[in-house]
């Protein structure tokens, strides 16, 4: 694997827990609409060719994906920003009446110190939209937070047939510097 | 594009039958709606994953499972008004690829558990057509049964990434219900791959 354009922050770190977690929890699937929180994750599911690694053109694709995955037996991920959270809600059924192991890692916009007001309102209804469709739901603001609320998600997803969320806080990710 | 093109001549119920005769260990993803109780109507099998729901996913889950099980061939059973929903999964599949997805579109031009509302299909969008446009490495527009014969034989060659839009006549016949119960459909889907429920 080589290091090109990996900073010191994505060799160790948040970013490189959640793709170790996820390949620790035997994720054969990682489906995503890309968000630049989840770049390393993306490219090194991508790197690693015991992996499927799926882009996806909407978020609620990855639903009906990783359903299918598990029929054949198989675990997966959805990875995807907030504003995707909207577009998957109707589709979140699948998992409330077929009962499969749902994991998605959602970074989070419209959260905190957003630049881009158009961000806000589905930010903001974020969590509370996942769990009125009956998500799980774990938040994540803390870099030493993230690998151990991801495994325990994972546990609970993989275990209890259950859809469940991790949230990765805008204060983890960081302001997006729109003016440089 | 913009000519009225709604359905064809074939009935829904003698195409899915054909295409399903013979199934050996075939995995059928159905779409909501008429798609579901053509399946079903076919008989009910352990292999058969029906949706009531999340109307759209059907490709997407045909996928999924293609993927997890590329020793078997997966046929996706859905309609025009589902897959227009989804239509973005077609740009999806077509990156991945699965030799081993075939998608039938039973294309009737309407949306007929609503009402028969002419849809997009019925105004001259060729799904077949965006499949191809995608990357899909087989596609056709089938009209006759020889046609729906030919995709039959097809199944079974796992040799790249396949869509027929089959055009059927407007209607609905008897509805055939499948099991509603989703927990019980999956389980038993995946108890006849070997896969124990957790």
Known sequence: MSDAGEGPSEQAGWRRDVFDILKAADVKHIVYVPDAGHSTAIRLATEDNTINSVVLTTEEEGIGYLAGAWLGGERGALLMQSSGVGNCINTLALQTCTRFPLLMVVTMRGDWAEFNGWQNPMGQATERALNLMGVLTWRADEPQDVAPLLRGAASMAFNGDSACALLLGQRLIGEKQWVK | ?198
């Not at chain 2, 929903?85 to 999806?92: D, F, I, S």
């Open chain 2, 1 to 198: 594009m913009g000519e009225v093109n709604a359905g064809g001549a074939l009935d829904r119920r003698e195409v899915v039958k054909t295409l399903l005769d013979g199934r050996k260990d075939l995995l059928v993803v159905t779409g909501l709606g008429s798609p579901s109780y053509d399946v079903m109507a076919a008989g009910d099998h352990d292999n058969n994953y029906y949706l009531w729901a999340a109307m759209g996913s059907a490709a997407m889950v045909g996928l999924g499972l293609a993927t997890a099980k590329p020793d078997h061939s997966v046929l996706v059973v859905t309609g025009d008004g589902e897959m227009l929903m989804g239509m973005g999964a077609l740009a999806t599949i077509a990156t991945r690829r699965p030799a081993n997805l075939t998608i039938a579109v039973l294309d009737n031009g309407h949306f007929g558990e609503t009402g028969m509302q002419v849809s997009h299909a019925g105004m001259g969008v060729n799904l077949d057509k965006v499949a191809q446009s995608c990357g899909f490495g087989w596609t056709r527009e089938i009209r006759d049964m020889a046609g729906v014969e030919d995709l039959r034989t097809r199944l079974a060659s796992r040799d790249g990434v396949k869509l027929a839009t089959i055009k059927v006549k407007a209607e609905n016949p008897p509805r055939v219900l499948p099991p509603r119960d989703g927990v019980h459909v999956k389980n038993r889907f995946r108890a006849a791959l070997g896969h124990a429920s957790i």
